[in-house]
């Protein structure tokens, strides 16, 4: 594990010599973005970057320019000898967990990635600039490693088609591939975030999966009727408060409207006491 960025370079760089010396002759290096307190998702990213590549990168930062001033960025869980223990079980030692100063050395950064006007909706809308500070930390990580591919969960939607299009609009020769989301066995998708949650929040969280597999079940009836079957099962849950319910064209992102058919992404953000989680599904409408 190194916090240096001249260090992970070096250290890549040698990797790269030893696997053409071992017999691989053009080794792939697959990065894998993380913010750390690694769950069994992300190392789901890390099984899919290890069957995808020669040589796996994971960077473990709790990015200060993607949280807003009333966010979680002190409490965010960090649990960095054990994300870098999970990870050496799996083999990867190329772990670059740089601190703030590392990173953004003179405090702030001038220059920042526009996730433009899609970057300002759903999870844009409730915290502004999160995307901006995300694409640009993830436009650095891809510089610093200089990756053939880089691997996101789909948990996060928005974020992975912001970082595809943000690879395809400023040229990066970088494969972006999403992972599906792993769900504990009760539906509740994994994330960092879960563990504020107390027994009865976990209960109540488990709406977000099950709105998600009624709109799935109701889209053969169209946008409205699917939307309407995720809004029911939300509205018997006291438990949560919901920030947002959308569909939209995974190809663009923006909404859909009864009459669209074909395959759309569901997107749900809600509040469970003070933590907000977030979770999406594909369905096909119509
Ligand atoms: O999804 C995350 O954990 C973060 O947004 C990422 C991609 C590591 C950038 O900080």
Not at 130 to 141: E, I, N, P, Q, S
Request: hydrophobic share 45%; proline share 5%.
């Amino acid at each position: 594990m190194t916090n240096s960025i001249a260090d992970i370079r070096s250290r890549i760089a040698d990797a790269h010599r030893a696997a053409v010396a071992g017999g691989i002759p053009d080794p792939r290096v697959v990065l894998v973005p993380t913010m750390g307190a690694l769950h069994d998702g992300h190392l789901a990213l890390v099984d899919y970057a290890l069957e995808l590549g020669d040589i796996v990168v994971v960077s473990i930062f709790v990015n200060p320019l993607q949280f807003g001033p009333k966010e979680d960025l002190a409490s965010y869980p960090r649990t960095l000898d054990q994300d870098v223990a999970r990870l050496a079980e799996r083999g990867i030692s190329l772990v670059f967990a740089p601190t703030a100063s590392d990173m953004y050395p003179d405090g702030q950064v001038g220059t920042r990635v526009s996730a433009g006007e899609v970057g300002t909706r759903l999870e844009g809308r409730t915290r502004p600039g999160h995307f901006d500070g995300m694409l640009t930390v993830v436009a650095k990580l891809f510089h610093i490693v200089s990756p053939h591919a880089a691997v996101f969960g789909e948990k996060d939607g928005q974020q992975l088609f912001l970082v595809k299009r943000m690879a395809r609009d400023l040229n990066f020769p970088i494969e972006v591939h999403g992972v599906q989301t792993v769900r504990a066995d009760d539906g509740l998708a994994l994330s960092s975030r879960n563990v504020y949650l107390d027994d009865a929040g976990r209960r109540s969280a488990l709406s977000l999966s099950a709105a998600l597999a009624a709109a799935a079940a109701g889209g053969d009836l169209g946008v409205d009727a699917a939307t309407a079957a995720a809004h029911s099962v939300l509205a018997g849950e006291p438990g949560i408060e919901l920030d947002y319910l959308a569909v939209v064209d995974p190809e663009t992102f923006l909404p859909v409207a009864d009459g669209y058919s074909g395959s759309a992404l569901v997107l749900i953000a809600a509040r469970v006491g003070t933590t907000r989680l977030i979770d999406n599904r594909s369905i096909i409408v119509g």
